[in-house]
């Protein structure tokens, strides 16, 4: 089934980790987002890529890396992970700027 | 800057009951996009509808229908005779660029329980 898929599903980590959440989709889309939610914010924007080779920042950055080095893959890098990273972590693509986000399940974050 | 405000934390109502989930917004631009999308409690997120701010026909699916109104900044979500499945968390955003998320701000979301 064509989607978006992360892993892992969930993580207990120790402040001062190092950790990549892994976005994978197959559905050749051009954009790809990384978004956190935390109740009461909603979702907060962190990276984006608009293509392959390239990547900006978003609302919420500090604290957080990606790469594109490809189409299908976008994975989020937190180089020194901290509490306040503690939330839900949602990777989303998009095919071009008509269309809609399609999310992946989410990956569940506890930095402890 | 582009703001989404979702006053309604929490509603709860009763099966068969119509209820109306509010989103006003702030921008600038006189061209951008409103969307809204779903979250039940199994965690992923659904796209409902996108709307540009040309186009402010009513638009009806089903027993969900959204009223985007420009004069208040408003694009209300409104489900007809609830059932327990819509129960959820249900987001609006805005963006300012079309469909790609790098420009999307999210509401910070209202948790809709249907009790049967």
């Known amino acids: 089934i064509a989607g978006i898929t992360q892993a892992p599903t969930s993580q207990i980590l120790a402040a001062g980790r190092r950790m990549t959440l892994r976005c994978t989709q197959d559905?050749?889309?051009?954009?790809m987002y990384w978004y956190r939610q935390d109740l009461g914010l909603g979702l907060r924007l962190i990276h984006y890529?608009?293509?392959?080779?390239?990547?900006g920042k978003g609302e919420v950055p500090d604290g957080y890396s990606v790469s594109r080095a490809n189409t299908d893959d976008f994975p989020l890098t937190l180089a020194s992970a901290v509490p306040s990273q503690t939330s839900v972590y949602f990777c989303?693509?998009?095919?071009?700027?008509?269309?809609?986000?399609?999310f992946g399940n989410g990956t569940r974050l506890t930095v402890t | 800057a582009q703001k989404v405000t979702q006053a309604q934390t929490e509603i709860s109502v009763v099966e068969k009951e119509d209820v109306t989930l509010d989103c006003v917004y702030e921008?600038?631009?006189?061209?951008?996009?409103l969307f809204w999308y779903k979250q039940p409690p199994s965690g992923e997120l659904v796209f409902l509808i996108r709307?540009?701010?040309?186009?402010?026909q009513n638009e009806i699916s089903g027993r969900y229908s959204w009223n985007f109104q420009k004069s208040t900044s408003s694009f209300n979500f409104t489900i007809t005779a609830s059932q327990v499945v819509d129960s959820a968390v249900y987001f609006c955003?805005?963006?300012?660029?079309?469909?790609?998320?790098?420009?999307?701000?999210f509401g910070a979301g209202t948790i809709l329980r249907v009790k049967s």
């Open positions: 989303a693509s998009s095919r071009d700027r008509n269309s809609p986000l399609h």
């Open positions: 559905m050749r889309h051009n954009a």
């Open positions: 890529s608009n293509t392959a080779g390239t990547t």
């Open positions: 921008t600038r631009d006189t061209t951008y996009y």
């Open positions: 709307r540009n701010s040309f186009d402010e």
């Open positions: 955003a805005l963006s300012e660029d079309g469909g790609y998320g790098n420009k999307l701000v």
